[in-house]
């Protein structure tokens, strides 16, 4: 996501949504709020409540990731 000319907070915020470090298995969930996070600096302008919402959408990408983790490897039959 390119943050060129955003503000250092908005920047900061927008660093927890990358994916591609993580295994195939939970990258489509990620991916998800990736797109929104990118949307919403597409039409948003720099601002406290922007960084707020993205802080806010980085907590709810990481439950989300942490639950399709823990589905997998129950599925998997790993606790």
Same mark, same amino acid.
């Given at each position: 996501m390119d943050t060129t000319g955003r503000h250092p907070g908005t920047a900061q915020a927008v660093r927890g949504f990358a994916y591609d470090h993580l295994p195939d298995h939970l990258r489509p969930v990620s991916v998800l709020f990736?797109?929104?996070?990118?949307?919403? /600096?597409?039409?948003?302008?720099?601002?406290?409540? /922007?960084?707020?919402? /993205?802080?806010?959408?980085?907590?709810a990408k990481d439950c989300a990731v942490l639950l399709a983790a823990l589905s997998y490897k129950e599925a998997e039959g790993r606790s």
């Open positions: 990736h797109d929104v996070a990118a949307d919403l /600096l597409g039409v948003l302008p720099d601002d406290p409540e /922007l960084t707020a919402c /993205l802080r806010k959408l980085r907590e």
